[in-house]
């Protein structure tokens, strides 16, 4: 036993040696990152700001172009016809929405044909796109002018879905949103208005999301908003709210934006089809959509932009049980490995230029390795605490760098939201996203770490991606 | 009370018109407009209290602004449409932009459409028409 | 001092400049708020007066207009944010209002005010008030360093509505970072028919932005005199979006000459979004010249574009939907009439 214990005692110190400074050193750069992004975030909402109150109120106008919003659904019969009807009277010029019924085995076809008093008609659809499955049948409202396009095909998945709504499509542009979130009415106005600024150089667009957990949702349209009542949501909140400053706002400012969320994107229909449409073989899905168009742009050395609109105008509901938040997270960080690895070609190559220079690698270092680094320096300090050869000022040090800073550039995101957006109007909220602040800290974070090393390990070793469904906790629906 | 070139144009007897937006000089002001002129006006801020008033009180005709957070006019007027008297009168209110809602406005159902910025004096002539027209 | 002291002196910095952060963030707030708060105070008594003047009724004016110092400044800004939402008489009042207080006089001078913020608030003012010779301040704030000032100019574009601004606008929008291409093709279709020789050189210009904005208007626009510049677009435009954009723009003036230089541009070796785009041009002129062309598209391996084709022989009248209906067994054909059919309210 005693043998036993020096040779970890042993293991543990030269550990301990070599990586204790190097893993402080991890976490000031990081959170100094966090900094810089949450300050760039905040010019950039600054700028929006100023554009928003100069401009008063021009959304829409004579060159807002066509959207296409393409909604993929599986078995969503409960909510399908309120989503499809709130898509429908979206505020936009010219928009219309294409369901694509990935072979739902339950009644969602039923559901929508009966609402809608769908028709078969014998359209023959494009393969812009390469779509596997089969497609089943295309239906309109027999009315003959509420634009929806309702597609049915045989089960292969969100991506090839998509893909089959893009086939379908008419408009320039295209939205992607899964059937279960929900968008402001405003959403395409706002989320498009980067392509109406800059008609020939914008290729992309991403909207923010948050989470509609305990939140009034009335007829689709989120009517009060609210903090969700389990802890384990409202972390997510708090995560959501940091990612976005972070992880889009900023980076979009500068220049570098990579990551356009799953639950709200909006592209270009050409530039999409261009650069053959979602990898169903990917389980980065939209990320790894905008990472080959950037590269296909900068290949081709187009003239491109891609942005980020930092106004919430999407709502999604998060997982708020922990064995559905897993899931997720160890498929996003399978997705993000995956992806990254793929594109690894891009990394320090200058024809990829402040992407392949500064975005990726970051992406690499800090989203990437996070995890391990972060669990290592768990398992170094608990050992070595156990073991009493890290003494209590260096654990706590740790502790403070690692975590307490997070916290503080929490706060520091929470804030610059806030001044831009105030979403949250009661006084309990802000108090309760600061608890979740801190909270986050204390055992969910550990468990973030944990969940997203399961899924690149599992992706290393080749292991099968299994979805799984998501039961609904369902939303606050006004009984109307 | 005449209306244009001296028509007659019968006195609105308090009959009750719901504003709904959330601009709240627009709010006053129309409902200082309709209230001068003899309506009963009630006034909210969004959509859901739109909502909510249109099915407790039951106006003669509603005005909706398109943009609202939360329900929007369109919102509000599909579920008018869609409820059980759903055929009273709705005029919504739309910031300038060609052909923006229009279509979508007219085809859930709108009766009448006005872009801002407008006339205030036009607005109450279509109230005044739509009611007539109503009765 | 060791590497230990010197990471725990960043990541105090850091810290510290967090802390500074969320605090100045909720002190900017707070102030914006208590300013907010205090101009509605100083409101307070005459808004009454102002809602009425903006109803129509002008029976608070004189106190409206002899009004100074705060509660006038706070009349100001809700005038201006009025002008957005009501015209006519109302407005000619609210505008009155603000010139007695010198407001009109003082957005004059602050166009070239140090900050950005001012800047561009005297600019709207200008554009909403339409204060009659401020033309060349609003085409110098066109050219400003700060991207709300140009963009407020542009909107302030669409309220003056004179075409002089054609030129600058257009320039802006294809000079670095430029305007919102959407708030100049607004603005310059307010404009009027005498902006058509500025559109025909914007379409000549380097910038591919400027082309389709002036290809934009232009169509919608329906300005007939730009027509050969139109033409130079779609057959031999760089960019993609710019002949898609002359191909709808052509599809709007609805020239029947136009017929078979869209019909050229179906043709298999053209990318696909200007085939497609050509095909419901062609529609849209509604000439039964197409008949032919479009017929030959039904085959074409592009399903949309044949389904496009279809629908653009339903447009084209009788004829089209006869021969529609020999071939209804074809999807493209049988959508087609399918939708026909729904939208005619039968079926």
Excluded at chain 1, 136 to 156: C, E, F, I, Q, W
Excluded at chain 1, 159 to 170: P, R, T
Excluded at chain 3, 216 to 223: E, I, Q, S, W
Aim: with cysteine; glycine share 8%.
């Amino acid at each position: 036993m005693n043998g036993f214990r020096d040779g970890l005692s042993a293991v543990v110190q030269w550990l301990y040696d070599v990586t204790s400074v190097p893993i402080l050193v991890y976490f000031v750069v990081i959170n100094l990152s966090f900094l810089l992004l949450i300050i760039t975030a905040g010019f950039q909402f600054r700028r929006y700001l100023r554009m928003r109150d100069a401009s008063v109120d021009t959304l829409g106008g004579e060159l807002a172009l066509g959207v296409s919003v393409v909604m993929p659904a599986h078995n969503e019969e409960v909510g399908i016809v309120t989503s499809t009807t709130a898509m429908l009277s979206l505020r936009y010029p010219r928009h219309e929405v294409v369901v694509v019924d990935d072979g739902s085995t339950d009644n969602t076809f039923g559901v929508l044909r009966e609402a809608f008093d769908l028709v078969q008609i014998p359209r023959e659809v494009p393969m812009d796109l390469p779509v596997r499955a089969e497609i089943l049948g295309v239906y309109v409202p027999r009315d003959g002018h509420t634009r929806l396009v309702v597609v049915r095909k045989a089960n292969s998945g969100r991506s090839e879905a998509i893909n089959a709504g893009v086939n379908v499509a008419v408009e320039p542009l295209i939205a992607f949103i899964d059937a279960d979130s929900i968008l402001e009415p405003d959403a395409l106005l706002r989320v498009s208005k980067p392509f109406t600024d800059d008609p020939t150089r914008m290729v992309a667009t991403g909207g923010t999301i948050r989470a509609v957990n305990g939140s009034r949702v009335v007829s689709g349209r989120l009517v009060r908003l609210a903090m969700p009542t389990q802890w384990v949501a409202r972390i997510q909140v708090v995560e959501y709210l940091r990612a976005f400053l972070v992880g889009r706002t900023g980076w979009s400012r500068l220049g570098m934006l990579i990551l356009i969320s799953g639950a709200f994107g909006m592209f270009r229909r050409d530039v999409v089809v261009d650069a053959g449409g979602l990898d169903p073989d990917s389980i980065g899905e939209d990320f790894e959509l905008v990472l080959r168009i950037h590269r296909r742009m900068m290949d081709e050395g187009r003239d491109y932009a891609v942005e980020f609109v930092p106004e919430p105008v999407c709502w999604t509901e998060v997982p708020s049980t922990l064995s559905v938040l897993a899931r997720q997270r160890r498929r996003w960080h399978r997705g993000l490995w995956e992806t990254l690895w793929a594109y690894r070609g891009m990394l320090f190559n200058r024809r990829y230029g402040r992407i392949g220079f500064l975005a990726l690698p970051y992406y690499w270092v800090f989203e990437l390795f996070a995890p391990l680094l972060e669990g290592f320096g768990i398992v170094v300090v608990v050992l070595g605490l156990a073991l009493g050869m890290v003494n209590v000022p260096y654990a706590l040090l740790f502790l403070v760098l690692a975590y307490g800073l997070a916290i503080l550039v929490t706060l520091a995101a929470m804030s610059v939201e806030e001044w831009a957006f105030h979403r949250y109007n009661r006084w309990r909220d802000l108090l309760t996203t600061l608890a979740a602040a801190v909270l986050e800290n204390i055992g969910y974070r550990q468990l973030t770490v944990w969940w997203r090393l399961g899924g690149w390990w599992a992706s290393l070793r080749k292991k099968e991606q299994v979805w799984g469904v998501m039961t609904r906790a369902g939303f606050d629906e006004a009984a109307d | 009370m005449t209306g244009m070139k001296g028509h007659a144009v019968a006195m609105p007897d308090g009959a009750r018109v719901l504003i709904a937006d959330d601009d709240p000089d627009i709010r006053d002001l129309v409902e200082f407009k309709l209230t001068q002129s003899g309506y009963a006006v009630e006034a909210v801020a969004d959509g859901l209290a739109a909502w909510e008033s249109f099915q407790a009180e039951r106006p003669a005709l509603v005005i909706l602004d398109v943009m609202m957070p939360g329900l929007s006019g369109i919102d509000v007027l599909r579920k008018i449409r869609d409820s059980e008297h759903g055929a009273v009168p709705v005029l919504l209110l739309s910031a300038k932009s060609r052909d923006s809602d229009v279509d979508t406005g007219f085809a859930v159902g709108a009766d009448d459409y006005v872009i801002k910025p407008f006339s205030p004096r036009e607005l109450l002539h279509r109230v005044n028409g739509m009611l007539a027209r109503a009765r | 001092m060791t590497t230990r002291q010197l990471l725990l002196g960043i990541e105090l910095l850091v810290l510290l400049a967090c802390l500074v952060l969320a605090l100045s963030v909720i002190w900017s707030k707070v102030t914006r708020l208590r300013r907010e708060r205090r101009t509605a105070q100083s409101l307070a008594p005459v808004r009454g007066a102002l809602i009425e003047l903006a109803a129509g009724e002008p029976g608070g004016l004189r106190i409206l207009r002899s009004a100074r110092g705060k509660t006038a400044d706070a009349i100001d800004e809700a005038a201006v944010a009025l002008l957005a939402k009501v015209r006519g008489e109302p407005a000619n009042q609210l505008v009155t209002v603000l010139e007695d207080h010198g407001a009109l006089e003082r957005a004059k001078a602050e166009v070239s005010h140090r900050s950005p913020v001012r800047r561009a608030r005297a600019v709207q003012l200008l554009g909403l008030a339409r204060v009659e010779d401020s033309t060349a301040l609003i085409s110098e704030a066109l050219e400003d360093e700060a991207s709300e000032v140009r963009a407020s100019a542009a909107y302030a574009a669409s309220y003056l509505a004179d075409p002089w601004l054609a030129a600058p606008l257009l320039r802006s929008v294809g000079t670095g970072e430029g305007i919102p291409a959407g708030l100049a093709a607004d603005a310059l279709l307010e404009m009027g028919v005498e902006i058509a020789p500025v559109l025909r050189a914007a379409m000549r210009n380097p910038a591919p932005r400027t082309r389709m904005v002036a290809a934009h208007v232009a169509g919608v626009g329906t300005f007939v005199q730009a027509l050969p510049e139109l033409r130079e677009l779609i057959a031999a435009d760089p960019d993609v979006t710019v002949r898609v954009e002359a191909a709808e723009a052509l599809g709007s003036i609805g020239q029947d000459s136009e017929v078979e230089l869209l019909a050229r541009h179906t043709r298999p070796d053209q990318p696909t979004d200007l085939r497609r785009a050509c095909a419901e041009a062609m529609g849209r002129i509604g000439s039964p010249l197409a008949h032919d062309d479009l017929v030959h598209l039904l085959d074409a391996d592009d399903p949309r574009l044949a389904e496009m084709a279809a629908e653009s022989l339903v447009a084209i009248g009788p004829r089209g939907m006869a021969t529609l209906d020999g071939r209804r067994d074809e999807p493209a054909a049988g959508t087609a009439l399918v939708l026909a059919a729904l939208r005619a309210g039968q079926r």
